[in-house]
């Protein structure tokens, strides 16, 4: 019969919250939003100086950079920072010393990566 029958809750019903719990929450939330904000200046002052930093490096090297033809070698160049554009020629192909069959052509470097994947075997 209908007497007996348990109470239907709606999905969208949320239990209540106690005044003190809800106090509580707002509490460490409110907590939390101050330690992020003070938390955030000091990260983005620290950004802000180390993009200043790079900005003054780049406009230095700007200053300091010598543009020279690709042939010319100049010793009064050593040691210096030089901007140059040409063409870049390979004439041999690149060999890994550890695997001979690795052989690459038209490039001028080689970078070897290696990862070994390993797994434990159970038996049961």
Not at 36 to 53: D, G, H, M, Q, Y
Request: hydrophobic fraction near 45%.
């Amino acid at each position: 019969t209908a007497e007996h029958a348990p109470a239907q809750v709606s999905a969208l019903e949320k239990p209540e919250k106690s005044f003190l719990k809800e106090l509580k929450d707002s509490l460490v939330l409110w907590i939390a939003g101050v330690i992020l904000f003070v938390v955030a200046f000091p990260i983005l002052w620290l950004n802000e100086r180390n993009s200043a930093e790079m900005e003054a490096i780049l406009h230095h090297a700007k200053q300091d950079c010598t543009t020279v033809a690709p042939p010319a070698l100049d010793a009064d160049n050593d040691g210096a920072l030089v901007h140059m554009t040409g063409r870049t020629l390979v004439t041999a192909p690149l060999n890994d010393p550890d695997f001979s069959e690795v052989e690459v052509v038209d490039a001028v470097r080689l970078r070897r990566k290696v990862e070994m994947y390993q797994w434990v075997e159970t038996c049961r």
